[in-house]
């Protein structure tokens, strides 16, 4: 997801970082080896997150805490988008490892001083770059979070990905988009993600 993010983000003209946990273990000039991220630099975690206005969380999620220690107060007051997933897989169904909290709730938890959003965690990275290339403007990314600015900065960037932003609402509200919820994993239609969430707030509200 990230190497894919990256690669479209650079091709709308934002200028990027990328980060990996060994940096230097990239061979020649520091660079991804990839055409299409061919002018992105690969750096530490830490000066990615000085340098980006907004920045996109896109680890394992087994890595998240050890990301937080090193980048949470280097983001203070910065987008952070959510991508990353915590998934179980159990008895042939996919849920979410974390009970009793979104994916996103749990992430702003330990980056309490940035402006936590959760996008592109329900698509699949396989599909992230080609629906993007092929069939640009007809796929939707749904986009939850708390901060209305933080908000509108995460649908400006998936609209420079060639994806339709579609809100979800807080991050409480975007355990619909984690694993196990009725949106993930799958890619849809701005209208098909729009019935969908709404189904989803009908079955709560009539508990």
């Given at each position: 997801?990230?190497?894919?993010?990256?690669?479209?983000?650079?091709?709308?003209?934002?200028?990027?970082?990328?980060?990996?946990?060994?940096?230097?273990?990239?061979?020649?000039?520091?660079?991804?080896?990839?055409?299409?991220?061919?002018?992105?630099?690969?750096?530490?975690?830490?000066?990615?997150?000085?340098?980006?206005?907004?920045?996109?969380?896109?680890?394992?999620?087994?890595?998240?805490?050890?990301?937080?220690?090193?980048?949470?107060?280097?983001?203070?007051?910065?987008?952070?988008?959510?991508?990353?997933?915590?998934?179980?897989?159990e008895d042939g169904r996919i849920h979410s490892g974390l009970?009793?909290?979104?994916?996103?709730?749990?992430?702003?938890?330990?980056?309490?001083?940035?402006?936590?959003?959760?996008?592109?965690?329900?698509?699949?990275?396989?599909?992230?770059?080609?629906?993007?290339?092929?069939?640009?403007?007809?796929?939707?990314?749904?986009?939850?979070?708390d901060d209305e600015d933080a908000v509108r900065a995460t649908?400006?960037?998936?609209?420079?990905?060639?994806?339709?932003?579609?809100?979800?609402?807080?991050?409480?509200?975007?355990?619909?988009?984690?694993?196990?919820?009725?949106?993930?994993?799958?890619?849809?239609?701005?209208?098909?993600?729009?019935?969908?969430?709404?189904?989803?707030?009908?079955?709560?509200?009539?508990?």
């Amino acid at each position: 997801m990230g190497a894919g993010l990256a690669a479209l983000l650079t091709e709308a003209g934002h200028e990027l970082k990328t980060s990996r946990r060994n940096p230097q273990q990239d061979q020649g000039s520091g660079q991804w080896q990839n055409s299409a991220l061919a002018g992105v630099t690969v750096t530490s975690f830490e000066d990615a997150a000085r340098f980006g206005d907004i920045v996109v969380l896109a680890v394992p999620h087994a890595g998240v805490d050890q990301v937080a220690e090193s980048v949470a107060g280097l983001v203070a007051g910065k987008v952070l988008v959510d991508v990353t997933n915590s998934v179980v897989y159990e008895d042939g169904r996919i849920h979410s490892g974390l009970v009793g909290v979104s994916n996103g709730s749990w992430v702003a938890q330990r980056f309490p001083e940035a402006h936590v959003t959760r996008a592109y965690s329900h698509i699949q990275d396989e599909m992230l770059v080609s629906r993007a290339h092929r069939q640009p403007g007809n796929w939707a990314v749904a986009v939850a979070g708390d901060d209305e600015d933080a908000v509108r900065a995460t649908c400006a960037l998936v609209e420079a990905t060639k994806y339709v932003p579609v809100l979800v609402g807080t991050l409480e509200e975007s355990v619909v988009i984690d694993p196990g919820g009725p949106v993930f994993p799958h890619m849809m239609t701005p209208a098909d993600l729009r019935d969908v969430l709404d189904a989803a707030k009908a079955t709560v509200v009539t508990r």
